[in-house]
């Protein structure tokens, strides 16, 4: 046993290695219900790193706020990159891990080791015109999320004035999808196919293995379009600024942007407006203040949609926590969990409009998400529509009893059912919005529209009455 000195005095290090300490598994029924519970137990038992199984593979869990900031911040003690895995090096984890083909698919958030520097910078250049509020792509992107938001709004009031809505469903998860679909400048509605393939992925049904295939093959076709006729959208912007990189690789980074942006964001659509409209006085104060990103800061504090970072791994024996954590041992921060470590927790005042921004949910250090600010700007843009289309919105199921899905990486909400009072007055763009011509260019031809599989799929939630 080691030692070292911790805010409380010396504190004992346990040096047992990770395979011998047989952990109990992390993803079980509390978790899916109680994620909270589950954390503060694993906190009372280990401290602020413990041991977890994730599905049959051990790993370290970090539940610390100032120990995923360590992990984080420190990208040589802690790299990414699949090949620094020793158990997998020593073919310790089976082939048939369900996380395993989340994690081979080897994109920005995953890759580590000499090729991810040219990869990052290229990603910075190529999103830098989505997310520099002065660059006309910007503005533009801007215009079309307005535009879409506006298009499932009201098609949600087809279904009347007033009504019950699933604002998951119809709005959140969809919206995001259509402005990716804008982002990788997928024709007219051709991409809406890759859109519902996407969603198919996300739910982990038993075709999301067929649409998983489906959707590569998609993203490759898109990739050699763009290749052979560039445009003003990211893939060619990506190829422009990394000319080295391989259709395939390609393709894997577009379906990283397609699947992290759409359900990240759905969620925090999701989670900000409920947020919103629950009752809790500061976030509502936020909002009535054109503070949407603070109110989303709020919400991100409390339910991050992004519960666990891809793993890191030791580069060499290193203390964390109570327990030393050998070299090639993965480590999952989890910033749901250091969210609620109470020496961040408890700082964050509850009853003021200002709080701090030293949230998690984009990571932190030099690997922070590259499209945070994308992402904000796509969620805070849509909540924002939300409110200035709808009279009123309301829960129709009390908060505690809103059905959340959880996977070992995302928390969100199966549905969000709302009761809904459409504005009365005339629809307006917002006062820093688009030109109606504008808007109009993003959109896609009304037939085309009608005839995509997700508006026909939209159009059956409200034939359905659901």
């Known amino acids: 046993m080691d030692s070292q000195w911790g805010d409380g005095g010396s ?10 300490l047989s952990p109990q598994p992390l993803l079980t029924r509390d978790y899916e219900t109680r ?6 137990r694993l906190r009372q038992q280990h401290g602020p790193v413990a041991p977890v199984d994730l599905l049959g593979v051990p790993a370290w869990l970090v539940l610390g706020y100032r120990e995923s900031l360590q992990v984080l911040q420190d990208n040589d003690g802690f790299p990414k990159g699949l090949e620094n895995w020793r158990a997998r090096s020593e073919g310790r984890v089976p082939a048939d891990w369900p996380l395993g083909p989340s994690l081979e698919v080897n994109h920005i958030l995953i890759q580590g080791g ?31 999320v307005t535009a879409y938001a506006d298009e499932l709004i009201t098609l949600v ?12 469903a119809q709005f959140s998860r969809p919206l995001p999808l259509m402005v990716a679909s804008h982002l990788l400048g997928f024709p007219g509605s051709q991409g809406d196919d890759a859109l519902m393939d996407m969603w198919r992925v996300l739910d982990a049904g038993p075709d999301a293995e067929a649409a998983l295939e489906r959707l590569l093959a ?44 759409s359900d990240h964001v759905g969620i925090l659509i999701s989670n900000t407006v409920v947020e919103v409209i629950s009752g809790e006085g500061s976030v509502r104060a936020s909002l009535s203040a054109g503070m949407v990103r603070e109110a989303m800061n709020r919400s991100v504090m409390r339910k991050p949609p992004l519960v666990n970072f891809v793993p890191r791994f030791a580069a060499e024996d290193t203390p964390l926590g109570n327990y030393t954590i050998r070299a090639g041992d993965p480590v999952w921060v989890s910033s749901a969990a250091a969210h609620a470590d109470p020496l961040f927790a408890d700082h964050v005042a509850s009853g003021t409009t200002i709080s701090t921004r030293a949230h998690l949910s984009w990571g932190a250090g030099p690997r922070q998400c590259p499209a945070r600010e994308l992402a904000s700007t796509v969620a805070a843009a849509g909540v924002g529509r939300l409110f200035e289309r709808f009279d009123h919105l309301g829960l129709a199921l009390p908060a505690d009893q809103l059905p959340w899905r959880s996977s070992p990486f995302m928390r969100g909400l199966r549905s969000l059912p ?27 031809d009304r037939s085309a529209r009608q005839r995509s599989s997700l508006w026909r799929y939209l159009t059956g939630l ?3 009455g659901r």
């Open 218 to 261: 998609t993203l490759a076709e898109l990739a050699a379009t763009k290749l052979e006729k560039p445009g003003d959208d990211f893939p060619s912007y990506l190829l422009a600024a990394h000319p080295d990189l391989s259709l395939d690789h390609l393709a894997r980074e577009l379906f990283m942007l397609l699947g992290m942006t």
């Open 418 to 444: 709302v009761r809904y009072e459409l504005s009365a007055a005339p629809v307006r763009p917002p006062a820093d919005g688009p030109a109606p011509e504008v808007a109009e260019e993003v959109l896609p």
């Open 114 to 144: 000499s090729g991810y520097p040219p990869l990052r910078t290229a990603w910075d250049v190529a999103l830098k015109p989505f997310q520099d509020p002065r660059h006309p792509q910007a503005k533009r992107l801007k215009a079309a």
């Open 11 to 20: 504190v004992d290090l346990d040096d047992t290695r990770l395979e011998a």
């Open 157 to 168: 009031g087809q279904g009347g004035k007033t009504g019950v809505a699933d604002l998951s």
């Open 462 to 464: 409200i034939r359905g």
């Open 35 to 40: 994620p909270a519970l589950v954390y503060e």
